[in-house]
């Protein structure tokens, strides 16, 4: 059990400009979550998927961003036309399963910043 | 919807000391669980303590304990004999346990900054 990993762990990148991230849970969990977390702030919950199919989405997750679960397997989240107040922490997590007592293990997260 | 207030920003113990976080809710919903996160400088989030809301009794993971009060809607979290690894961003967290509701996602409060001195 390799742990949730998130890459790349840093990105600068220009106003305008498209990124994207990616997110591999750990191995037999079935649900991943992207959550976004402001300075100061908490966590807040963004997306997630079953398997390859994408369940929810925040009203948060504005038109420019997208995500995908391609075989259920990696995450990857794209902004595009990246503006500075997408600069934050993405956070991925993953679960085993749909049982609400199932621990969230969260990943190191991704930091970007938007100049 | 529901709502996670942690109302101390920052707070501080001596080490070997103990210290309590304070955590309060709103939710209409009867089934659910709590959650304390701790969150390291540069490092990622990890789970401290939950507490499901149908269990009476206080959740306990080694020198962590919860002190839950249901009717209150009040969750602290009480850390004995503090450490130094234990200096942290402390989230409380919130998730549904209903089938229908909202049981994928966490909601955060704010977190208090934790810091220990030797």
């Known amino acids: 059990d390799t742990g949730v990993s998130q890459d790349p762990r840093h990105k600068i990148t220009k106003r305008g400009q498209n990124v994207t991230f990616r997110c591999d849970p750990i191995?037999?969990?079935?649900?991943l979550y992207w959550y976004r977390q402001t300075l100061g702030q908490g966590p807040e919950f963004l997306t997630y998927f079953q398997n390859e199919a994408q369940l929810e989405k925040s009203r948060l997750l504005s038109d420019r961003f997208s995500a995908e679960r391609p075989k259920g397997s990696f995450s990857t989240l794209e902004i595009q036309r990246t503006e500075q107040g997408d600069s934050a922490m993405y956070l991925c997590?993953?679960?085993?399963?749909?049982?609400?007592?199932?621990?969230?293990?969260f990943g190191p997260g991704t930091r970007l910043t938007v100049t | 919807a529901q709502t996670v207030t942690q109302s101390q920003p920052e707070m501080s113990v001596q080490e070997a000391e103990t210290v309590t976080l304070s955590c309060t809710y709103d939710t209409s919903e009867s089934d659910y669980y709590l959650f304390w996160y701790k969150q390291p400088p540069s490092r990622q989030m990890i789970l401290v303590i939950r507490q499901e809301a149908y269990k009476q009794q206080n959740a306990t993971e080694n020198r962590f304990s919860v002190n839950f009060q249901k009717a209150a809607k009040s969750f602290s979290l009480k850390i004995s004999d503090s450490q130094l690894g234990d200096a942290a961003m402390y989230f409380c967290?919130?998730?549904?346990?209903?089938?229908?509701?909202?049981?994928?996602?966490?909601?955060f409060g704010k977190g208090t900054l934790l810091t220990v001195n030797p």
């Open positions: 191995s037999e969990h079935n649900r």
């Open positions: 967290a919130y998730r549904s346990g209903g089938s229908g509701g909202s049981n994928y996602k966490l909601t």
């Open positions: 997590a993953s679960s085993l399963g749909p049982i609400p007592h199932y621990e969230q293990y």
